[in-house]
């Protein structure tokens, strides 16, 4: 059973437009990661965030922990932006991965 | 610089035999764990270890096996007995931070992954 839930799976976009991936778990945490997969493989971390808002550069990551709820937000989307965008939270000495979602922007 | 180097970065394994992905940190992280990566599937945790000389199996162990012999490696072993070994595998080191413009947690660092495939 997956206990964290990303939308959408997969994202098209053209440059410029402003864009949103949802992600929903289902257990209390303390905080919640946004990570960023590139095509050659590897993981950034983004942010991590446990209550209200977050922002660096054109990326900003809400969470309502109330709502079991994060969106992560990029303005003025770029091509460059093009990745698979990760939310995973940590619980005991695990982490748990969503899905992933991918995003394609186009120039 | 800091950070996570995984090696190869392409490996092949052929019927029966062991293969070993390096993993070396130069973060001073106590904490380290060992993912695969299916297309689709988030990443399934094979291993952690949150200290030296010290690991916990993770959800999907059988088939792996891993050492912890100094801080700053973590090697993983796929060994004949896992019998769907072509994944994509991603090292990673936590370390528990608490900043105002990081936020409090514990943070993951990740190499840069090993593609599996069977010969």
């Known amino acids: 059973k997956n206990e964290v839930e990303q939308s959408p799976q997969n994202l098209t976009a053209q440059e410029g437009e402003f864009i949103t991936i949802n992600c929903s778990y289902s257990v209390g945490i303390s905080a919640l990661h946004w990570l960023q997969q590139h095509p050659g493989g590897g993981i950034v971390s983004l942010f991590m965030?446990?209550?209200g808002k977050k922002k660096h550069g054109r990326l900003i990551a809400t969470i309502n922990i109330q709502e079991k709820h994060s969106s992560l937000h990029i303005t003025a989307s770029h091509p460059r932006d093009s990745a698979v965008y990760i939310c995973a939270f940590r619980t005991g000495n695990q982490f748990y991965f969503g899905t992933g979602t991918s995003l394609t922007v186009i120039p | 610089d800091g950070g996570i180097t995984q090696s190869p970065k392409y490996l092949f394994r052929k019927e029966g035999q062991n293969v070993t992905l390096s993993c070396e940190q130069n973060l001073n992280h106590d904490a380290m764990y060992w993912y695969r990566q299916d297309p689709g599937q988030g990443l399934r945790l094979i291993y952690y270890?949150?200290?030296?000389?010290?690991?916990q199996k993770g959800d999907i162990a059988e088939g792996y096996s891993v050492s912890r012999e100094k801080k700053e490696s973590f090697p993983l072993t796929v060994t004949s007995a896992q019998k769907n070994p072509t994944a994509f595998y991603l090292c990673?080191?936590?370390?528990?931070?608490?900043?105002?413009?990081?936020?409090?947690?514990?943070?993951?660092?990740f190499g840069s992954g090993t593609q599996l495939s069977v010969l």
């Open positions: 965030l446990s209550s």
């Open positions: 990673a080191s936590s370390i528990f931070i608490s900043n105002r413009r990081q936020g409090t947690g514990e943070k993951l660092f």
């Open positions: 270890s949150q200290i030296v000389n010290d690991f």
